[in-house]
C-alpha cells in the first residue's frame, strides 16, 4: 500500500456466515500482525455477519453501530484519505447514504471517521480476515481494486474510471480517489540498477576484469561463497587495493594484489585468495555513490571527504580523528537511517548506527544486542550525557576515548543511508517463528538485497541476494542461500527467505532471522520497483 494520497476500492459480498464474522480492515501496516478488533491502534474495520450481533463498526478498538443490514450481493464503497496528517475515510452501502452522514452525495469534509497517523512514514494495508471460529467458514467477498466491476462474475459489470481513467468499477470513485493499483503509484525517481547490483563471479588466481555491474561503483563488497574467507570491502574514497573485512577488527590493508581498479562496468581484480581463488565462486554487492576521490565536505566541525549519491540515499564519508565531540558532513539531503563506521587505522569494531524505530547502537562484526546505551559514547557527548540524533546535513561522533569514531590523527570511514522509495529500505520487523505464515515486510520494490540481525539477541547478521538464487521464480524468489556478515562461512542453507514483488516474507522458526516477538533491523535494496514488479 502507498503511504500517502487518496484511495478507492469496493468488495461485494459473497456469503455471510451465521456464525463467523469477517471483516474488511483497512488501516496502519503493522509488519507482524494484522488488525482485528482487539487491537488498539489505528485501523478501520467493518464486520460482517448474519446476526446482528455480527454487525459491527470498528475504528482501531472502539465500536460503532450504524445500523446497517448486511445481505448476500451488497456491494460495499471504500474511500480512504492519508494526505496530510490525518486517517480519513468513507464507507457506503449500496449507494446509500455514506456512513455517519444523511446523503449519499460524497461530501470530503464529513468522513465517517478520522484520526491523526501515528507516524509520519505510515504504511497502510487493506485485509479480509476472519474474527471468529473457522476462517475457511467465515463471511467471503471478492474484492475490485479496479480491475473488474463484474466481481468475478458476481456482477453485471458497469465500466467506472477513477480521476485518472484507470480502472474498471462498480460505481464511479469520488472525484480525486484513484483505483489502488500500480498504475496510479508515482515513478520512482532511481532505477535501481543504476546505483546498486549484486554479481556473481568465479576467481581464477589471475588478474581479471569483473564486467556486468552496470555502472562504475564505488563501493564493492565482495565475498567468497565456495570457502572460508573474509568479506572484502573496496570503495572509491579510500582508493583500490585498500581493503576492510566486515567480518573483524582488523585495521585496513593494503594489498596490491586485491581489487586494483573501478571499472565503467564493474571492476578488476588481482589474485588474492580472499577475492579471487581458481575456480572458487564469489557474489560481489556494489553501489554507486558520488564518483571516486570524493569531495571536501564544510557542513561539519571536522572537514570530511564525501562520495555522496544523493538521488540514491548512499554516501562514503571519510574524516581524521581529534578526540572532541564534533560533527560530520555526510553530503546527504536526508538524515541517514543507517551509518556504519569504521576505525581504518587501528583494531575496532564496526560501529553500526540503526535510527529505525528506537534508534539503537550495535557492531557489525559481532554478533552482539543492540542498545542504547552506547549511543551518547558513539554519537553524543560522552558518559553520562546525551545522544544525538543525525540531521540532513551532519551526524555527530563522541569525544574523549572514542577511538572508535574519533581517535585523534587517525582515519576513519562511514557509509551512510536513507531511504529512497523503490530502491531502498532500511527498517525494523518484528518475528514471529510461524512458518510458512512467518513476517511479511513491506518494502515497496522487490528486493534485490537484505540484510537482517535481531536487534535482542546475540545471533549472526544475515545477508541474502536475488543473484545467488536466481532461477528459483522470476516473481517469487524463495532464498536457499545466505552468508553471515560477522564470521566468515561460505554460504549456508536454507535461509528461509522469500522475495516478493513488494517486499519479504522471513519463513523460518527460530533466533536467527523470525524469533517470536523480537525486533530485528533490516536493510533492503531493490531488484525492482513495486510499480514494475511482476505479481505473484
Known amino acids: 500500500m502507498p503511504a500517502t494520497g487518496k484511495w478507492y476500492f469496493e468488495f461485494v459480498t459473497t456469503e455471510l456466515a451465521e456464525t463467523n464474522r469477517a471483516a474488511v480492515s483497512v488501516g496502519e501496516f503493522d509488519s507482524h500482525l494484522i488488525s482485528q478488533e ?71 469534509g464529513s468522513p465517517a471517521q478520522s484520526q491523526n497517523k501515528t507516524s509520519t512514514d505510515t504504511l497502510f494495508y487493506v485485509a479480509h480476515n476472519g474474527l471468529s471460529g473457522s476462517a475457511s467458514s467465515a463471511s467471503t467477498v471478492v474484492f475490485n481494486f479496479g480491475q473488474d466491476s463484474s466481481f468475478a462474475g458476481n456482477k453485471t459489470a458497469q465500466g467506472n474510471q477513477d480521476s485518472n481513467s484507470i480502472g474498471d468499477f462498480y460505481y464511479t470513485p469520488p472525484t480525486g480517489f484513484l483505483a489502488l493499483c500500480t498504475k496510479n503509484l508515482p515513478a520512482p525517481a532511481v532505477t535501481p540498477s543504476e546505483h546498486f547490483n549484486a554479481l556473481l563471479y568465479t576467481g581464477t588466481g589471475s588478474n581479471q576484469d569483473i564486467d556486468g555491474v552496470g555502472f562504475r561503483p564505488d563501493f564493492v563488497w565482495a565475498k567468497n561463497r565456495t570457502a572460508a574467507t573474509s568479506h572484502m570491502l573496496t570503495d572509491s574514497v579510500r582508493g583500490v587495493y585498500k581493503t576492510l573485512n566486515a567480518n573483524n577488527l582488523t585495521s585496513e590493508g593494503s594489498l596490491t594484489t586485491a581489487l586494483r581498479s573501478f571499472n565503467s562496468n564493474g571492476f578488476s581484480l588481482g589474485s588474492n585468495t580472499n577475492i579471487n581463488t581458481n575456480t572458487n565462486k564469489y557474489v560481489s554487492w556494489n553501489w ?17 571527504t564525501v562520495s555522496a549519491n544523493t538521488d540514491a540515499g548512499f554516501s562514503i564519508v571519510s574524516w581524521t580523528g581529534n578526540e572532541t565531540v564534533n560533527t560530520v558532513g555526510h553530503g546527504l539531503s536526508k538524515a541517514p537511517e543507517v551509518i556504519i563506521i569504521k576505525n581504518r587505522e587501528r583494531s575496532s569494531n564496526w560501529i553500526t548506527l540503526s535510527t529505525t524505530g528506537a534508534d539503537a547502537v550495535g557492531y557489525l562484526n559481532e554478533t552482539t544486542i543492540f542498545g542504547t546505551s552506547n549511543l551518547p559514547y558513539f554519537f553524543g557527548n560522552g558518559d553520562g550525557g546525551t545522544y544525538t540524533a543525525p540531521t540532513s546535513s551532519v551526524f555527530t561522533i ?49 528486493p534485490a538485497l537484505v540484510i537482517m540481525k535481531d536487534l535482542e539477541r546475540a545471533v549472526q547478521w544475515y545477508i541474502t541476494d536475488d543473484e545467488q538464487n536466481s532461477g528459483v521464480n522470476s516473481t517469487t524468489v524463495s532464498i536457499s542461500e545466505h552468508l553471515q556478515i560477522d564470521n566468515d562461512s561460505a554460504h549456508d542453507s536454507p535461509s528461509g527467505v522469500t522475495y516478493l514483488s513488494n517486499g519479504f516474507k522471513i519463513h523460518t522458526v527460530g533466533t536467527g532471522q523470525n524469533y517470536v516477538g523480537e525486533r530485528f533491523i533490516y536493510l533492503a535494496f531493490a531488484a525492482v520497483p513495486f510499480k514494475y514488479a511482476n505479481a505473484f
Open 38 to 108: 482487539n487491537q488498539a491502534g489505528d485501523h478501520y474495520m467493518l464486520a460482517l455477519g448474519a446476526s446482528g450481533s455480527d454487525r459491527l463498526w470498528y475504528y482501531g478498538n472502539e465500536k460503532d453501530d450504524y445500523n446497517y443490514t448486511p445481505a448476500t450481493g451488497d456491494i460495499w464503497q471504500f474511500a480512504f484519505d492519508i494526505t496530510g496528517t490525518t486517517h480519513k475515510i468513507w464507507i457506503r452501502q449500496n449507494a446509500g447514504n455514506w456512513f455517519g452522514t444523511s446523503s449519499s452525495t460524497f461530501a470530503s
Open 288 to 304: 554507486k555513490a558520488g564518483g571516486a576521490g570524493g569531495s571536501s565536505n564544510t557542513n561539519g566541525d571536522i572537514t570530511s
Open 398 to 446: 563522541g569525544g574523549s576515548g572514542e577511538t572508535q569514531v574519533n581517535a585523534s590523527g587517525e582515519d576513519l570511514i562511514a557509509y551512510c543511508f536513507h531511504s529512497v522509495d523503490g530502491f531502498s529500505r532500511f527498517g525494523n520487523y518484528i518475528g514471529n517463528s510461524t512458518g510458512v505464515n512467518g513476517t511479511f515486510v513491506y518494502t515497496g520494490f522487490r
